[in-house]
């Protein structure tokens, strides 16, 4: 399994700041996935970062509100802009594991908006 | 649509007391099954997958089964330390993304 190690892993910001959470893997991997776990709620995925190419967003988010760099296989970066006190939530990094079919992930940043 | 849900939301256990978890899914095409273990500030930790119905995986005291509409994840005379959210997920459908349930969260006291 990859380790997976992100950064911050907590933060508490102002309403309409942004904040970038970097998340960096130990293994190149081809694709990485942000997701984001809100209070009560089940994981949902924001978008798919390839290497060299744009990240991919599921419906519902938008780049830019999340955008989204992946600079080399083993690293990428999600910006939360524009913050609101609904950007409250845990967002996790996640890579796929050998058998592409599992997922692993990464501590989390637990961020709050005030 | 594709769907993950997860019962009980919550469930107390006395330590040694076992019991199931259970998560029903509704999927095209499933690709995997998934159990995770989350602890409060932590990110979801890898259990087990399932691929077909019939199978069984099993890891100290947890095992995990699959039918064709649902999984189980059966404790063992759990202990304090397996107090945790457990997390299933699917993978499947046209984008083979994984779809998550809401949790359960194991509360098992000495």
């Known amino acids: 399994s990859a380790v997976i190690s992100q950064k911050p892993s907590r933060d508490i910001c102002q309403r309409g700041t942004s904040l970038t959470i970097q998340c960096q893997v130990d293994?190149?991997?081809?694709?990485m996935f942000w997701y984001r776990q809100q209070p009560g709620q089940s994981l949902t995925l924001i978008a798919t970062a390839n290497q060299g190419s744009e990240a991919t967003y599921e419906s519902g988010f938008v780049i830019d509100k999340f955008p989204i760099s992946r600079p080399n296989l083993t690293f990428s970066t999600l910006t939360v802009s524009n913050m609101s006190p609904e950007d409250s939530s845990i967002y996790l990094c996640?890579?796929?594991?050998?058998?592409?079919?599992?997922?692993?992930f990464g501590q989390g940043t637990r961020l709050t908006v005030v | 649509e594709d769907q993950v849900t997860q019962s009980p939301e919550a469930l107390r256990l006395q330590e040694g007391e076992s019991s199931s978890l259970n998560c029903s899914y509704t999927?095209?095409?499933?690709?995997?099954l998934f159990w995770y273990r989350q602890d409060p500030g932590k990110g979801p930790e890898f259990l087990f997958t399932l691929y077909s119905a019939g199978e069984e995986k099993e890891k100290e005291r947890l095992k995990a089964t699959l039918t064709k509409k649902e999984s189980f994840l059966h404790i063992t005379a759990p202990k304090p330390e397996d107090s945790a959210t457990y997390l299933c997920a699917v993978r499947g459908g046209s984008q083979g993304n994984l779809i998550f349930g809401k949790g359960t969260k194991l509360s098992v006291k000495p």
């Open positions: 999927v095209s095409g499933l690709r995997g």
């Open positions: 293994s190149q991997v081809t694709m």
């Open positions: 996640s890579v796929v594991g050998g058998t592409n079919t599992e997922a692993f």
